[in-house]
């Protein structure tokens, strides 16, 4: 993945310098590699994802708190990820904005699972190792859920040629039924 990247962001490279595009193919060569920079971002977090989750299901099985809201946010993450990638394929607004909304659901998610970690570990303190390792999933989830959410936003730069980056959901909403 690391070395697709690099190759990706040379052929982007080659194109601007070579071609010298108009502003939507320049729009579109930079989503590009900012999706390719966020895809391989994807990649290392689900590397991480895996190495803990072995590590832990070593150790507990599937004894493990909050199994079921780990699960929950890793669903809402992939989609979130499947549905970014269909509305870059597809330049769909409506499906990004969508991404969009779906990344509070990720965020309250961790939120949820971070609470409850934070109080099992103050009640047992034993239990510090397995609630860090079990945290740091569940960010790596909610990180995979940002990336996502960025490739979003890239869509709705490239179709509407307006960066909705640091901008409310209402804002965004508004701009993609103009």
Do not use: W
């Amino acid at each position: 993945v690391n070395a697709m990247e690099v190759k990706i962001d040379e052929a982007c490279s080659q194109v601007i310098a070579r071609r010298q595009p108009t502003a939507s193919d320049l729009r579109l060569v930079m989503m590009v590699v900012k999706t390719i920079t966020d895809l391989e971002r994807i990649g290392d977090e689900a590397e991480k994802i895996a190495r803990m989750a072995q590590m832990l299901s070593q150790k507990h099985g599937l004894a493990i708190p909050r199994y079921h809201e780990i699960k929950r946010a890793s669903e809402i993450a992939v989609d979130m990820l499947r549905k970014s990638l269909d509305a870059f394929a597809r330049l769909d607004v409506v499906m990004a904005a969508e991404v969009v909304r779906q990344d509070e659901q990720v965020d309250d998610e961790f939120r949820s699972i971070m609470r409850y970690l934070i109080t099992f570990m103050m009640e047992d303190p034993r239990t510090i190792s397995t609630s860090l390792e079990i945290l740091f999933i569940a960010k790596a989830i909610e990180r995979i859920g940002d990336h996502a959410k960025n490739i979003a936003e890239y869509v709705i730069y490239m179709v509407k040629g307006r960066d909705v980056r640091h901008v409310t959901l209402d804002e965004i909403e508004r701009e993609i039924h103009q």
